[in-house]
């Protein structure tokens, strides 16, 4: 088997992902390196979705290997708490925990996963809700916020436990129109952090402005990845170009 | 009709609400004149009899019977203590937790007033006088001795007519007044204690942890605490009340595990989960009763152990795994509520299994059958009517020796002594459907989901 390169953060290797005689993804191979931030767009179904799931094991893959950041992923349950810790995942719906406190959402991981003293979480979490730009809703539920300020709880969640790796699902999709920078704005300062990141959007202004590679899939493929600039203004295929003028 | 709830205070305000809500068409006051006379004509009849018709003597002699059975009376203070260690539990917990202290004085100095009044103003007594009597029938002359029992009032401050109020139950089990007053005080200043002094640090795990683990240990220490007496004299309301708090009890974990197993990854343990569920569900808790009752020793070793055991505990253990089938079904309805994104997010957090569903899932899916459960509670509560089929001295049971040992003073208060049975069988479920109402409202806080 061939080294890591030096500040790989996720590779993936020949990844088959099948649901019943439907393949969801054939073949995908990807390598993203420590800062860097990868958008992947594509039509419906493609398997953007189920990208992402795999690489934290929310689905599991038929075939192919998977190592995040030098951990490979093996049948040993290990390997999975391990690179699960090591990735935050943001999701379209939230999720959050909807009987816990804000508090209680984002410090839950830290204690019971890295053990951290509660003190100590909350003193974390309290920075995290700062960064995101509500320390004053701490102690609300989820329900009582609005779903830009729920969005940003999740991302705030999944940062409190200090990943190697970002993963955003269509973080904004289930938003409405006024509250999609807001959460935009947390997502391009944690990029200008260096954060590496892995997202799935629709919205073309972050991908030009943020991502350092966009990736086209379709049909279970990666079609084409390329710089932004590139990207949008000369791509290679005839399916990339279809699509970019269906949603440009 | 709308929702609007009454107002408080005011009456100018109550006369508005009711011209608004009851009287502000001309069906709808039709329907609050007609309500309102026939609710006021049930309150009158009742009133009546519970004043001035019934006969509350045998209750209220037979009192102590009614709440302990048999217990012999110098083994009472065991009673005592573990009733006395809830009520230090249950009103600071409450006052911590719930603190709405208005309709919580109010109750509990209904209740005072009733006992304390009535306790101190009236006694009444058997009075039992031997006599032999001479017969003579057909030349023969014959001596017949026994023993005259007469009731007897001894009237206090309080008019007889009042003490009704009491449904004779003036001093419940044989304790003193004192006792009683002190009990009462008691769960006035715990409840005030816990909302005044120990909320302050309600959020607080450290309090959280010391009450749960007061529960922990109180509770089952004051079970306890009974197996010093003859298992064999526990009766009545006494005995219903702990075969029901024990089983219930073990049925509530045993739900949780059946409800888990029923979702498990491993086929075998689904399998055996879905099959005890049926199995145990498809017959009446009466016929289950009765095995346990009748289980030979020739049923292995398993079988002697059961049987080796008293039946009381036998019960228990019934109700316990009969009550879990049913409590299982309704925490699995609670589980398929959960959102499978809850799941998800729970996983990528990299929580393990365990915690998952201790700190996740599990508060969700009860919280949202919380009626369901409280449901299950009552019914398994009013179950132990049935004992009564199995030579136990549930209340039931109780009721009816205590009406076939004193037909002569008796006097055909049937109805009496079975008023008392449903209200014991009453409160016990009132209370229980409180503590789930102040549950659901104590874990629902801030949601709006
Ligand atoms: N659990 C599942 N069972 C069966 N099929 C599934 C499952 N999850 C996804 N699929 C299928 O796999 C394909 C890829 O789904 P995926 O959710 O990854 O698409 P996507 O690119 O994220 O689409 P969208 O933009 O609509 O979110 C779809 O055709 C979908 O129907
Ligand atoms: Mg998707």
Not at chain 1, 50 to 65: A, F, P, S, Y
Request: proline fraction near 4%; charge should be neutral; charged fraction near 20%.
């Amino acid at each position: 088997m061939e080294q890591k390169t030096d500040n790989e953060i996720v590779r993936l290797e020949r990844v088959v992902k099948r649901f019943g005689d439907f393949t969801a993804l054939r073949d995908v191979d990807l390598s993203v390196q420590e800062g860097e931030v990868v958008v992947i767009i594509g039509p419906s179904g493609s398997g953007k979705s189920t990208l992402l799931r795999t690489v934290n094991q929310l689905e599991k893959h038929d075939q192919g290997r998977i190592v995040v950041d030098g951990i490979e992923l093996t049948d040993d349950a290990r390997s999975l708490h391990q690179i699960r810790a090591e990735i935050g995942m943001v999701f379209q719906q939230f999720n959050l925990f909807p009987h816990l406190t804000v508090m209680r959402n984002i410090t839950l991981g830290p204690q019971k996963v890295r053990h951290m003293p509660r003190q100590q979480a909350e003193e974390l979490a309290l920075q995290l809700l700062t960064r995101v730009g509500i320390p004053e809703q701490a102690d609300k539920y989820p329900g009582q916020l609005s779903g830009g300020q729920q969005q940003r709880v999740a991302i705030a969640r999944a940062l409190a436990m200090n990943p190697r790796l970002m993963m955003f699902d269509e973080p904004t999709s289930a938003l409405d129109p006024e509250m999609i920078n807001e959460v935009l704005k947390v997502m391009i300062e944690l990029a200008g952090d260096g954060m590496t990141m892995l997202c799935v959007t629709h919205e073309m202004g972050f991908a030009r402005n943020v991502a350092d590679r966009i990736i086209f899939m379709d049909e279970g493929e990666i079609v084409e990845m390329s710089k932004p600039e590139e990207f949008f203004t000369n791509p290679k295929e005839e399916r990339t170009k279809a699509f970019l003028d269906q949603i440009l | 009709m709308s929702a609007v709830t009454a107002p408080y205070s005011p009456v100018a305000q109550r006369i508005e609400w009711a011209q608004a809500n009851l009287f502000n068409s001309k069906l709808n006051s039709l329907v609050s004149v007609v309500t309102i006379a026939v609710g006021l004509l049930i309150a009158f009849l009742v009133a009546k009899f519970v004043l001035f018709d019934a006969n509350w003597a045998l209750v209220s002699l037979n009192r102590r019977l009614f709440f302990v059975g048999g217990y012999p009376g110098e083994e009472v203070y065991r009673i005592w203590i573990a009733v006395f260690a809830a009520a230090v539990l249950a009103s600071v917990s409450y006052g911590i937790w719930v603190g709405r202290m208005r309709p919580y004085v109010i109750t509990v100095g209904i209740i005072a007033v009733i006992v304390l009044t009535f306790g101190l103003g009236t006694n009444l007594y058997i009075e039992e006088t031997p006599f032999t009597q001479e017969i003579t029938s057909g030349g023969q002359t014959s001596t017949i001795s026994g023993i005259d029992r007469e009731l007897v009032w001894e009237q206090g401050w309080a008019p007889r007519w009042l003490y009704a109020f009491s449904l004779g139950l003036a001093l419940p089990f044989g304790g003193t007044w004192l006792i009683m007053a002190a009990l009462l005080a008691l769960l006035v200043l715990g409840a005030l204690f816990g909302k005044h002094v120990l909320s302050r640090w309600k959020s607080s795990p450290v309090l959280l942890q010391s009450v749960g683990a007061a529960w922990v240990l109180l509770v089952p220490a004051a079970v306890l605490l009974q197996i010093g007496v003859s298992i064999n004299s526990w009766g009545s309301a006494f005995l219903d009340i702990l075969i029901f708090a024990v089983g219930g009890f073990f049925s509530f974990f045993i739900g949780l595990v059946l409800a888990l197993g029923r979702i498990s990854p491993y086929r075998a343990v689904r399998f055996v989960s879905v099959g005890y569920i049926e199995v145990v569900r498809a017959a009446p808790l009466l016929v289950w009763l009765l095995f346990a009752t009748f289980l030979k020793d020739e049923l292995g070793p398993l079988g002697e152990a059961f049987s080796s055991i008293s039946l009381v505990y036998r019960v228990m253990i019934v109700f316990a795994f009969f009550g879990g089938a049913y409590i299982a079904e309704v925490i699995r309805g609670g589980l398929q509520a959960i959102p499978r994104g809850q799941y998800e997010a729970s996983n990528a957090l990299a929580l393990s299994s365990l915690q998952k569903y201790v700190f996740i899932i599990l508060p969700q899916a009860i919280k949202a059958v919380i009626p369901a459960i409280i449901g299950r509670f009552i019914a398994l509560w009013k179950d132990t009517a049935l004992l009564a089929a199995i030579s136990l001295i549930n209340t039931l049971e109780q009721a009816k020796k205590i009406l076939a040992g004193q037909t002569d003073i008796a006097d055909g208060a049937f109805f009496e002594i079975y008023i008392v049975v449903g209200l014991i069988y009453w409160s016990v479920s009132y209370i229980l459907s409180r503590l789930g109402g102040a549950a659901e409202k104590r874990l629902g806080v801030g949601e709006r989901r």
